[in-house]
């Protein structure tokens, strides 16, 4: 994971920051913050423990929209002629793009003891029902995901988030 | 009376009450702006860039895109007068691009024009391209020569 962290920092910086700005919106402390680093996990925020469930919810699960959202814008126009004329028809910009879209998606998952814990709060019995249905599914399938990295899941996901977003988007176009 | 918590920060004010962590309000509210350190702000500049970058080319590679789609579509379905239109518009987001210059040349040729795909065929000498489309640009200039030979000469 290092290694990856390295060649796709744009991603970890992103995903921290994200999780900052949750914990600003949910008036949460932040009592440490590391936003790139080489090692594993290449970044991380400390904060306090939040009053109400779903602001831990909302710190630990939107990260991975905002990744995923802004991956996705970032590489579109940089994949679309890679996608339609072959990989080596782009210019400098469309590999830069691609690079930094890819970058962004492949972080969108959390850590797997932030995803389970994120899980185990989702369905905890002090948690009220809305915030259970709201986000409930949504953290299963975050942890999941997170599962998934230990088995380069991220890569995939990313891959998918830069290919997919813009054949979408040039079909409905 | 219970001695009021003091805040794990600054050590002089009382706590706010009904956290977990013991810290003022004063505290609290500076610890909600975390400093971002200057290299990451640096960073921050240049992801934005990008951004900009590509929500200044999203439109362009949609349209140009869409038209390439759509120009392809037309071209198997033996319209060739709109999948020039579309490729046409398709060249005007992708100026360059080999691949679309050799459909819309082609297209040119199947629909009659080959005074559009004339020119675009010579642009497209010495590129590299795939087999199949190169085998489509030689049957279409051969074509092309053999009409202009069978024309009488004034």
């Avoid at chain 1, 339609?84 to 962004?104: C, H």
């Avoid at chain 2, 200044?56 to 140009?64: C, D, I």
């Amino acid at each position: 994971m290092g290694l990856i962290n390295i060649l796709t920092f744009p991603g970890v910086v992103v995903h921290e920051l994200a999780r900052r700005t949750f914990c600003r919106m949910a008036r949460v402390a932040i009592l440490d913050a590391r936003y790139f680093g080489a090692g594993d996990p290449g970044g991380y925020i400390q904060y306090e423990t939040p009053r109400k469930p779903w602001q831990f919810l909302m710190i630990e699960i939107g990260p991975f929209f905002v990744n995923t959202l802004l991956g996705a814008v970032i590489a579109t126009p940089g994949v679309i002629p890679l996608l339609l004329f072959g990989i080596d028809s782009g210019s400098l910009p469309d590999y830069l793009l691609a690079w930094l879209g890819f970058s962004i998606a492949v972080h969108a998952f959390p850590t797997l003891d932030d995803a389970k814990l994120a899980r185990d709060v989702a369905f905890a019995r002090g948690t009220p029902a809305l915030t259970q249905i709201l986000f409930g599914p949504l953290s299963w399938a975050i942890y999941l995901g997170a599962l998934g990295t230990l088995y380069w899941l991220e890569l995939v996901y990313g891959l998918a988030v830069v290919i997919l977003a813009p054949h979408l988007l040039l079909t409905r176009f | 009376m219970p001695e009021t918590e003091r805040c794990r920060k600054c050590g002089s004010r009382p706590a706010q009450p009904g956290y977990e962590t013991p810290l003022c309000r004063q505290c609290r509210q500076a610890m909600l702006h975390h400093r971002i350190p200057d290299g990451i702000l640096v960073l921050v500049i240049l992801i934005l860039a990008g951004l900009a970058l590509a929500l200044v080319r999203l439109p362009r590679m949609l349209k140009g895109g869409a038209a390439y789609e759509r120009g392809l579509t037309h071209e198997r379905a033996g319209e060739n007068a709109k999948a020039a239109q579309d490729f046409a518009a398709a060249l005007r987001r992708f100026p360059n691009d080999t691949t679309v210059l050799a459909h819309l040349a082609i297209a040119y040729h199947h629909a009659g024009d080959d005074a559009a795909a004339q020119p675009l065929l010579r642009r497209l000498v010495g590129r590299t391209m795939s087999g199949e489309l190169k085998q489509a640009l030689s049957l279409c200039q051969q074509e092309i020569n053999a009409r202009r030979s069978a024309q009488p000469t004034p």
